[in-house]
C-alpha cells in the first residue's frame, strides 16, 4: 500500500532563509500531491496543488516540485518568517475525483527570529 | 463566505458512551469527507459523500461508526458504543469539485476515558 514519509518530525531554521520539506512516497505516483499548513488546534489549510505531469508550483513565497522517477516532491519557503511556523502536511491523492487523501504525518517547521 | 465548521470543538466522554460529531459544510459543496487523526498517526480519511450519498467509506474503522448526512447538507457521524482506541482528532472537509483542493474544518477533539 501506499506509505509516505516526510523528511523529518521538526525542522528550525533561521529567518530570512530558505526551508525545504521533503515529501516521499513508495509505491504508485499519485494523479495530485498537495501540500498543507497545520496550526495547532486548526485544520489542514491548503497551499498548493502539483499534478503527476507538473515539475513545478510556484505562489509567492511558496515552490513545490514533484519528481516522479524519484517519487519525491520538495516544498520550498523562500524568505521564511516567524509566521511560517507550523506543521507542514503531504497529502497524495491516487486518482482524480477521488479526495481520498494518504497524508504524511507532517513536518513541523519552526522559523526563529 | 463561512468555512467548514465542526461541533463540538471538543468532546470527553466514558467508554461505552455514545457521541455524535457534526459537519456543516461550505454552502454548495456537494462533497463532505471525513478524516481522523489519533495520536502520532497521520490523518486518514474515512469516507466520503457526494450530496447525500455515500460514494466511498472505506475508512470507516468498524460498524460503531455511522455517518449521515441527509439532505446533503450538513452530516453527523456518530460513534456507538465508543472505545478508548476512538479517541482523536475528527475533521471534516468538503469541495465543490474535484479540480482543487478541499477545505477543512478545525476538526473536532474526541477524547474515551
Known amino acids: 500500500s501506499q506509505k509516505i514519509e516526510q523528511n523529518s518530525e521538526a525542522l528550525n531554521i533561521q529567518e530570512g532563509k530558505t526551508a525545504t520539506l521533503t515529501c516521499n512516497y513508495t509505491n504508485y505516483s499519485p494523479a495530485y500531491l498537495q501540500w498543507y499548513r497545520q496550526d495547532p488546534g486548526r485544520g489542514p489549510v491548503f497551499l498548493l496543488l502539483i499534478r503527476e505531469n507538473e515539475k513545478e508550483k510556484r505562489k509567492e513565497r511558496l515552490k513545490v516540485t514533484f519528481d516522479t522517477t524519484l517519487k519525491q516532491s520538495l516544498f520550498h519557503i523562500t524568505a521564511s518568517q516567524p509566521a511560517d511556523s507550523a506543521t507542514y502536511l503531504c497529502a497524495l491523492d491516487r486518482a482524480s475525483g477521488t479526495y481520498k487523501y494518504i497524508f504524511g504525518t507532517g513536518t513541523r517547521l519552526k522559523v526563529l527570529a | 463566505e463561512a468555512g467548514v465548521t465542526q461541533f463540538p470543538s471538543h468532546s470527553v466522554i466514558e467508554k461505552g458512551q455514545t457521541v455524535t460529531l457534526r459537519c456543516d459544510p461550505i454552502?454548495?459543496?456537494?462533497?463532505l469527507y471525513w478524516y481522523r487523526r489519533v495520536m502520532g498517526k497521520e490523518i486518514k480519511f474515512l469516507l466520503h459523500f457526494v450530496k447525500e450519498s455515500k460514494q466511498d467509506e472505506s475508512g470507516m474503522p468498524n460498524n460503531r461508526f455511522l455517518a449521515e448526512r441527509t439532505g446533503g447538507t450538513y452530516s453527523t457521524l456518530k460513534v456507538q458504543p465508543a472505545e478508548l482506541e476512538d479517541s482523536g482528532v475528527y475533521f471534516c472537509?468538503?469541495?465543490?469539485?474535484?479540480?482543487?483542493?478541499?477545505?477543512f474544518g478545525q476538526g473536532t477533539r474526541l477524547t474515551v476515558v
Open positions: 472537509a468538503s469541495s465543490q469539485d474535484f479540480t482543487g483542493s478541499a477545505f
Open positions: 454552502s454548495g459543496h456537494d462533497n
